[in-house]
């Protein structure tokens, strides 16, 4: 939200300098970093001057310049060579002196001292599009001859210059979207500090634009109103205006809305805009002569019904969309976006304002099923001031008379059914000095309650009183949301320590064992060259809504979204992960390693929300996400690079469970594939509780992100790995003094046979001897039979204590065998 200095100003007085403002609002909540600048012609026309020409011959080495001298107002006869073919002495003329910059679009240059066919200029006489004026290039610009030489040009043009200061708003505070809303807030600072006998920063009252001159110029030419849709439509208001003549606007609009970024249209559309930036009430004009039978309808259309709006999109409705029609036709999309064919234009000279309060679970809903996110729904979806429309109708129709003339049909006719009404909060003292951790006067405290327009009313309990919320104030329903308001207008930074500190001092406890594990795997990672990642927890719906492994049924949705990007949250960490991927790439970073410890959340679909149990259907558990892409091993004089692959993957997560204290004997591995892996590996406890799954990404889902090379990647579910860990124990031993000895088996067997069972099978025939099972050669294709293979393993057989005998390792092997033979392998 952009809030232009001057224009604060219309509505509160105050002292502060613009980033002395900015610096206020921000301990109020508003959060304001950037403070910019905004001239009306830019560079403010600095070092031009009004200059007198006092000679003018034509160039002696040029047939189109030039030589003249100028009085600059500084007693001597400057001498500037001029290629203007209207250029004449005695003219009264701009001049831009030397070091003056000046700019053409996005260039700028400086005037330099220089010579130009041989002869000096010190300046130049400029155009009035060389300094921001105008568009046109037939001559110098030639002006008043009573202006005295040297006035500085800025003020004979009366530059204007205005700071426009951006204020990143919180979902909950839509009403601060506008200048109105912001004076609020800096009237309850000056209210708190007046009462605490401080230097008050601004006015305690606001100058609310009056309509008490509303007065209907006839009472016929109204235009009627039904509405058809009252869930979607609580409150509407409109009133119309006749024979209004369509123009530009005032410079003082004009600069206001260009203060804020926005560009100046027409004097209807920019009175509109006025208001709904002035006093945060969004409105729409319609052209009275496009709407057929001058009878508005609000309603809801049947699913399908095509729609083609203002920017020229055609968007196919649906039938919980709530539309302003005529009696025929869908004319605008309620509270998000108006139509092509039912705007205001130069030819327009009726128009009917539209001033309403709309559901805000309709209008975001709306908004996101169409992709479209405008001024009016961004305040409409986060919850408008359902008792304002009456009020903007009169002001809208009072600016439109004043600026494009017209007569105002009938009173703003409101059409009514419920809307919600202030809310009404017990609050209590004490409560407040708990949560704040320090007492306020309770005079202090019902002064800025007063101030932020909440009404105070005692109760037979002196330590409470009962409040009345304005409904504005949409985010103010409970007690606390009271103690935070009254909080940011006294001020967190003038809440001090206590000179004591209380602690629990408490053992170490899961938590702590917890964050140990997780900073010892992360050390590791980061040893192998991976970076750690840090993704945003809310995630674009986008990612889930045709996804059937993770549906969007299954997501913890958020009630008011910043925007479609950030409206779930996140199910998994692979889709934050690819966006960083693809973020790198892009930027010539191909070769990557990335790691993240982060929290997801899902709910189960089919449990609803009770009051007794309002978390049941909601999860958050902690994952460990690793991406591979690219080289793995980078190319050198004495080697090739290498592709990073899934058995690169599955080898730095089996160092994991290793390091964590998990036995590769106490897991299982199964081999599948799913709608986000081509291949994967899921491996599990012998419980079958799931504890990662890996493997290699489906090319269709890196397409979604632009990527073209490979990666794979694996979630690691933590919790139940961190159990496992926990229950580990670390023991050490002395090296053993006896030598180890290896034995080679050849197996024939079943092409569907996997290592991984052969290596189960012969460590459950072995246990004490046995050290590792290792495979070293994989053989199909001639001389075996068909559907056969042949597996080389290795044996490693040690005893700590004594060396093995020949009679020993041939028991050992010889149980290992027959437990071979009975599983299906033979010895080849």
């Known amino acids: 939200m952009d809030i232009s200095y001057k224009w604060l100003r219309r509505y509160i007085d105050f002292t502060l300098a613009p980033r002395e403002l900015a610096a206020a609002l921000t301990a109020m909540g508003l ?32 047939d189109h310049l030039h030589i003249t001298t100028v009085d600059l107002g500084d007693g001597k006869a400057t001498q500037i060579v001029c290629g203007a073919p209207n250029v004449a002495a005695g003219q009264t003329v701009v001049v831009a002196t030397v070091g003056t910059t000046l700019y053409d679009g996005d260039k700028e240059f400086q005037i330099k001292k220089s010579k130009i066919r041989g002869v000096e200029s010190l300046g130049m006489i400029c155009a009035e599009d060389e300094i921001g004026l105008g568009h046109s290039h037939d001559g110098i610009m030639v002006i008043d001859a009573e202006v005295a030489p040297g006035t500085p040009a800025a003020e004979y043009f009366q530059v204007d210059s205005d700071y426009r200061l951006e204020v990143e708003l919180t979902p909950n505070r839509v009403d601060a979207a506008s200048h109105y809303g912001v004076a609020r807030d800096l009237k309850a600072l000056a209210a708190c500090c007046a009462a605490q006998g401080q230097q008050a920063p601004a006015s305690t009252e606001i100058n609310v634009p009056d309509v008490s001159g509303f007065m209907p110029d006839t009472d016929k030419g109204a235009v009627k109103i039904t509405v058809e849709d009252t869930q979607g439509c609580p409150r509407y208001c409109g009133v119309t205006v006749r024979g209004v003549k369509v123009a530009e606007s005032p410079e003082w609009i004009k600069k206001l809305l260009m203060a804020v970024g926005q560009r100046p249209i027409n004097n209807i559309v920019d009175i509109t805009n006025f208001v709904l930036l002035g006093i945060g009430q969004p409105l729409h004009c319609f052209d009275l002569s496009k709407v057929e039978g001058e ?143 320090k007492r306020l006067p309770d005079e202090l405290v019902k002064t800025i309650l007063l101030a932020l327009e909440i009404e105070v009313t005692p109760t037979s309990d002196p330590d409470k009183v009962m409040l009345r919320v304005p409904t504005y104030r949409v985010d103010v ?149 690793i991406w591979l892409t690219g080289d793995f091993v980078a190319p050198g004089w004495n080697r090739k690079a290498a592709e990073a692959t899934v058995y690169d993957l599955k080898g730095i997560v089996s160092n994991i469970f290793r390091t964590l204290g998990v036995a590769e004997h106490a897991l299982a591995y199964e081999q599948t594939s799913d709608e986000f892996f081509s291949a994967a590996l899921v491996v599990s406890t012998r419980s079958g509780q ?139």
């Open 31 to 62: 959060e304001c970093d950037t403070v910019e600048e905004v001239e009306s012609i830019r560079g403010g026309l600095r070092g031009i001057v009004i200059g007198k020409v006092l000679t003018c011959e034509p160039h002696p080495n040029s």
């Open 690 to 828: 799931e504890l990662c799954r890996l493997g290699i990404l489906r090319a269709s889902l890196l397409k979604r992100f632009d990527i073209e090379q490979g990666v794979v990647y694996a979630e690691i579910d933590w919790r139940p790995l961190f159990r496992l860990a926990a229950k580990s124990e670390v023991t050490y031993a002395p090296l053993p003094k006896t030598q180890p000895v290896r034995r080679d088996l050849a197996l024939l067997v079943d092409s569907d046979v996997t290592f991984q069972s052969i290596e189960q099978t012969v460590r459950k025939a072995e246990r004490k001897l046995l050290r590792s099972v290792t495979l070293f050669d994989v053989y199909e294709g001639k001389n075996l039979p068909e559907g056969k293979k042949s597996y080389a393993i290795a044996l490693t057989l040690q005893d700590d204590e004594k060396t093995l005998n020949d009679r020993q390792i041939d028991a050992v092997m010889q149980k290992i065998t027959e437990a071979l033979g009975r599983s299906g392998a033979e010895l080849r």
């Open 295 to 437: 009878h508005i309808v609000v309603r809801t259309c049947p699913a399908g019904t095509k729609f083609t709006t203002l920017d020229g999109v055609e968007h196919t409705l649906d039938g919980a969309d709530l539309m302003i029609c005529d009696e025929s036709k869908p004319m605008c999309i309620a509270g998000v976006f108006g139509g092509l064919d039912s705007g205001v234009t130069e030819a327009t000279t009726d128009v009917f304002i539209e001033s309403a309060y709309f559901n805000p679970t309709r209008v975001r809903r709306t908004a996101r099923r169409h992709g479209l996110s405008t001024d009016a729904s961004f305040r409409y979806e986060r919850g408008a001031d359902p008792a304002i429309p009456p009020y903007a109708a009169r002001l809208a129709a009072l600016l439109i008379k004043e600026l494009a003339g017209g007569e105002i049909c009938g009173e703003v006719e409101d059409v009514c059914a419920t809307i919600p009404s202030p809310a009404e909060i017990e609050f209590s003292f004490s409560r407040c000095a708990s949560l704040i951790g």
């Open 477 to 625: 329903t409970r007690e606390c949301d009271v103690v935070e308001e009254i909080l940011r207008i006294y001020g967190y930074n003038n809440v001090e320590f206590g000179t004591e500190m209380h602690a629990n001092l408490s053992q170490r406890g899961d938590t702590d064992l917890d964050y140990d594990l997780q900073q010892k795997i992360s050390d590791r990672l980061t040893g192998e060259g991976f970076n750690e990642i840090l993704n945003n927890s809310l995630t674009s719906v986008s990612y889930y809504e045709k996804s059937e492994q993770l549906p969007l049924s299954g997501c913890v949705t958020l009630m008011n979204p910043l925007s479609g990007d950030l409206s779930v949250m996140r199910r998994t960490l692979l889709f934050g992960g690819l966006e960083s991927i693809a973020h790198n790439i892009n930027r010539k970073a191909g070769d990557l390693r990335f790691y993240e410890f982060g929290n997801v959340y899902w709910r189960d679909a089919d449990k609803e929300v009770t009051v007794e149990k309002p978390l049941a259907p909601f999860h958050e558990t902690m994952r460990l996400g």
